[in-house]
């Protein structure tokens, strides 16, 4: 992947991890919670490398 594929997919990450928070965990917990969730998943996508086949 390259770095605009992995900045592509940290946003959409935000997006979906956002709206599923507003529609089941909004009453629960804060939004807060969802954009610390949101950025653990965009540094994780980011830096994550897989491993090339032998």
């Keep these: 992947m390259t770095i605009g594929d992995r900045i592509f997919w940290s946003i959409m990450c935000f997006v979906v991890i956002t709206l599923l928070w507003i529609k089941f965990l909004e009453p629960y917990v804060p939004l807060w919670a969802s954009l610390f ?18």
């Design 37 to 54: 969730l949101s950025a653990g998943a965009a540094v994780f996508v980011c830096t994550y490398k897989r491993r090339q086949a032998q």
